[in-house]
């Protein structure tokens, strides 16, 4: 089953003279159960092809589509985020007031979830990604690889079959970036469709398919070997 499909998506950022396209009818689908991983050279599109997946932009030309939905007529994209897709975010966006386990709480909150209940689900991301000692921490108490955790489990919580990824293995050394992937590769051989941006080979050999960009067109798309089933 598709659970995301772009249909000839172009973004252009400004106007007349200073117009920049940053993608170019771009067209990709993701299934249920499947890792595709998106790299390219810096300014290749790869974070406005996350932007424009999320919903958190909107494209100047074509069409994105959520479990056969086109976005542009969802009329509160906010709560379709919520409950079915997670954004680790490359600037990961913690609420420094809130602890760890209230940043990953949070979007549960959010969406009417008792906090008893989501405080519960929170901490059962936190022990699958080995980060359940950080619950009680401010973001400015963690460190870099630390903060990306608390990210990465604000984004897997809950029922989100939808896991969009920009860099989520760069503030973390190998061995912990390869326990990361192991929980998204996880996640796709439990059901869910995982999208990463990623400029690092070694965890783009996560994936089922790679998809190269360049200048804001698909230039390749190979089939990879999930590095998991090695």
């Known amino acids: 089953m598709t659970v995301l499909k772009l249909v000839e998506v172009a973004r252009i950022h400004g106007e007349?003279?200073?117009?920049?396209?940053a993608l170019k009818g771009v067209s990709l689908e993701v299934g249920a159960g499947e890792l595709v991983a998106?790299?390219?050279?810096?300014?290749?599109?790869k974070s406005t092809l996350l932007n424009l997946a999320g919903g958190l932009d909107r494209p100047t030309s074509g069409a994105v589509h959520i479990d056969e939905r086109d976005l542009a007529t969802v009329r509160d994209l906010a709560a379709l985020r919520r409950r079915g897709v997670g954004y680790v975010f490359q600037d990961l966006n913690l609420i420094t007031s809130l602890t760890?386990?209230?940043n990953v709480m949070l979007p549960r909150e959010l969406d009417g979830v008792r906090s008893r209940t989501a405080r519960e689900e929170a901490m059962a991301v936190l022990t699958e990604i080995d980060a359940a000692h950080l619950a009680g921490?401010?973001?400015?108490?963690?460190?870099?690889?630390?903060?990306q955790r608390v990210?990465?489990?604000?984004?897997?919580?809950?029922?989100?079959?939808?896991?969009?990824?920009?860099?989520?293995?760069?503030?973390?050394d190998t061995r912990t970036g390869d326990e990361i992937l192991q929980v998204l590769r996880a996640r796709c051989d439990a059901g869910a469709a995982v999208l990463l941006v990623t400029h690092e080979s070694r965890y783009a050999a996560w994936a089922d398919r790679v998809v190269f960009l360049r200048d804001g067109l698909i230039t390749d798309v190979t089939t990879a070997s999930p590095a998991s089933a090695g």
């Open 16 to 21: 007349g003279a200073t117009a920049v396209s």
């Open 38 to 45: 998106v790299t390219g050279p810096s300014g290749s599109g």
């Open 100 to 102: 760890a386990v209230e």
């Open 137 to 147: 921490r401010f973001p400015d108490e963690l460190s870099g690889g630390q903060r």
């Open 151 to 172: 990210a990465i489990a604000r984004a897997l919580i809950g029922e989100r079959h939808l896991l969009l990824a920009d860099e989520p293995t760069g503030a973390l």
